[in-house]
């Protein structure tokens, strides 16, 4: 069955960069088939995507996010990675990594999510 | 404003039909395959439909349909575990980036 974990500060200031990892197991990064992303909702908020990325290393940002993101994979290490850099209060969310089986195809499999919060 | 129009609330009693719908554009739904995914009290979301696809262990009483530039979720047969907020999402070509709806609050009453 596959999993994906999320691992990272908690709490991170202001100004600085968020950094997460995405750890899957139960299947492999470097197969051709998936897109591997991250997504985020703020507290009592809805859902929004941050990036996708392919295991070449081909990524694909939020136009709204994309000065500030960038999405990296380790296949040697099946985990794929996020940094936000110059982050605000704004940013304070729950990160998810997930999924999907296409460019275009929706998400299957999502992670257990981890809360980043942004305060000095 | 999302790009994607949900309900914000949806109720049913036990046993019920309910439908949930997701509007769009031809950017959007009108083109792409959309997903459903079932947040219960503020968990990590699931995927409850992918396209026409339910995935493995989504109980059939969850369908997905579209027509035009709206897709909806049906679930026959409601259950209290259903109870939860849901959310489509899908590509949009014209702002280059996968969009979410707001999200539809599902009681069952």
């Known amino acids: 069955q596959l999993q994906l974990q999320e691992s990272g500060p908690g709490l991170v200031k202001p100004s600085e960069t968020l950094s997460l990892t995405c750890t899957v197991s139960g299947g492999s990064i470097s197969n051709s088939s998936y897109y591997w992303g991250w997504i985020r909702q703020p507290p009592g908020k809805g859902l929004e995507w941050i990036g996708s990325i392919f295991y070449t290393g081909s990524t694909y940002y939020n136009p709204s996010l994309r000065s500030r993101v960038t999405i990296s994979v380790d296949t040697s290490k099946n985990h794929f990675s996020l940094k936000l850099s110059s982050v605000t209060a704004a940013d304070t969310a729950v990160y998810y990594c997930a999924r999907r089986s296409g460019i275009r195809q929706p998400l299957d499999y999502w992670g257990q999510g981890t809360l980043v919060t942004v305060s000095s | 404003q999302s790009a994607l129009t949900q309900e914000a609330s949806v109720s049913g009693t036990v046993g019920q039909k309910v439908t949930l719908s997701c509007t769009g554009n031809?950017?959007?739904?009108?083109?792409?395959?959309v997903g459903w995914y079932q947040q219960i009290s503020h968990g990590a979301p699931k995927t409850v439909m992918f396209g026409n696809s339910l995935p493995s262990g989504i109980p059939d009483r969850f369908s997905g349909s579209k027509s035009g530039t709206t897709a909806s979720l049906t679930i026959s047969g409601l259950q209290p575990e259903d109870e939860a907020d849901y959310y489509c999402?899908?590509?949009?070509?014209?702002?280059?980036?996968?969009?979410f709806g707001g999200g539809t609050k599902l009681t069952v009453l």
């Open positions: 999402s899908t590509w949009d070509y014209s702002l280059s980036a996968w969009v």
């Open positions: 031809s950017n959007n739904i009108g083109t792409y395959a």
